[in-house]
């Protein structure tokens, strides 16, 4: 009797753990990091939302360069990677891309990518 319900109990913790994106981010912080050392931070600039179905939506806006980005996605979480991506082809975005998570906590997250040439982007995310 004892076996079932250990083998419940670890499917709720597997499952868990694989949904802990799922939640609605406070973007902290954007940063560019440029090869000419020309860098840019953003702060509070927004939120990101995951949804269960495996889509979601930024909501962000950049003051410096007048950049609003309201867009809806799909994501993919493997391992420590994140990937989004348009729900279209057409659609873009500064976030869509694969992503390196190299900070995980409950209530906090960091993430780093490139933007195909020789500048990283980290973002970094809190929710309440």
């Not at 694989?18 to 912080?29: A, R």
């Not at 360069?65 to 991506?85: A, C, H, M, P, V």
Request: a neutral charge; glycine letters at 6%.
């Amino acid at each position: 009797m004892r076996y079932p319900f250990v083998f419940l109990i670890l499917i709720f913790l597997f499952t868990a753990c694989s949904k802990s994106l799922v939640h609605t981010w406070n973007i902290d912080k954007l940063e560019i990091i440029r090869e000419n050392e020309k860098n840019s931070t953003y702060n509070n600039i927004g939120t990101i939302t995951f949804n269960k179905n495996g889509t979601g939506n930024n909501n962000f806006h950049i003051i410096e360069s007048d950049e609003n980005d309201t867009s809806s996605f799909k994501w993919e979480e493997f391992d420590e990677n994140i990937r989004l991506k348009g729900l279209k082809s057409e659609d873009s975005s500064r976030l869509f891309r694969a992503w390196i998570v190299t900070k995980k906590s409950g209530k906090s997250q960091t993430w780093k990518s490139t933007d195909g040439g020789n500048n990283i982007l980290v973002l970094e995310l809190s929710r309440n």
